[in-house]
């Protein structure tokens, strides 16, 4: 697979290896369209607590991010290690999950369920996948572990719903093309999203990622930029011991500079985007302790 990377306005796409993907410009940002739809994007990255990425020099992309835009200050993780908060964030639950398995299966309802049943279009874009489909743990820096979706039975067993897997080429296409869905979910690659790479690596991909995504977030869309676990046990809401990490949300109608001290959970940031989404909330997703991401906007998310 050719490799494809935002730089600036460039777009990430697989190389086949844990490393960072080469650029593929897409022009002056004039040359992107400007959407007249609004979507909601969520950006997973790995591994980091709080104050490994809000204050540090290692991520200065994501500081300027989080002082212009809203930032989540008590964010907090389900659990440890990963495969449990991809599912929470995309199901309401763990499912019982405690393990970065590869052979397990959810046969529960998710989030895709509900945004087809609401007629939304929705896609997820996974650096390093071989192609839709693909069922194997790893692949070069595409690991199946950050791919939730993989796991859900009526997402997996299903070609037509499973098609919609697909790799940053299919990223960079649908940005030239002023066609990104109304629900956008995106996993970079194992040093990407500073798993492998660490917190300077996984910044340097978001200076290069997030402005074209902002660019087409439309009128009233926005982006949660969040990470899956943090190094410690901490937590809130009732459940949540994943460790602290951060998540700020950026788009045009979210408060210049705010800050959101009240606890939240994956769960609540799930809540926040079925909210916005006209949803109904999974799981955890509808426990008032788990929070919201409201209170960084200027007025209630909604996009519909």
Known sequence: MACALIAGLAVIAGCGRTGPGTALSLGPPAALPTSHDSHVVVLLMENAEYGEVIGSSSAPYVNALARRYGLATQ???????????????????????????????????????????????????????????????????????????????????????????????????????????????????????????????????LARTVPALLRELGPHGFLVLSWDEGSSDDGCCGRAAGGRVATIVAGPEVRRGAREDTPVDHFGVLGTIEQALGLTPLGGAADPRSGRLSGLFARAPRLR
């Open 75 to 205: 964010s907090f993780a389900i659990t440890h290690p990963s495969l449990p908060n991809y599912l929470a964030l995309t199901g309401g639950s763990t499912h019982g999950i405690t393990s970065d398995c590869t052979g397990c299966v959810v046969s529960a309802t998710n989030i895709v369920d509900e945004l087809e049943g609401a007629g939304i279009s929705w896609r997820a874009y996974l650096e390093d996948v071989p192609r839709p489909c693909f069922g194997g743990a790893q692949a070069g820096g595409y690991a199946k572990k950050h791919n939730p979706f993989a796991y859900y039975t009526d997402i997996a067993r299903s070609p037509r719903r499973c098609e919609r897997l697909v790799g940053f080429q299919r990223l960079a296409g649908d940005l030239r093309a002023g066609r990104l869905p109304t629900y956008v979910w995106i996993s970079p690659n194992l040093c990407d999203d500073g798993h492998d790479c660490g917190v300077a690596a996984g910044d340097r991909f």
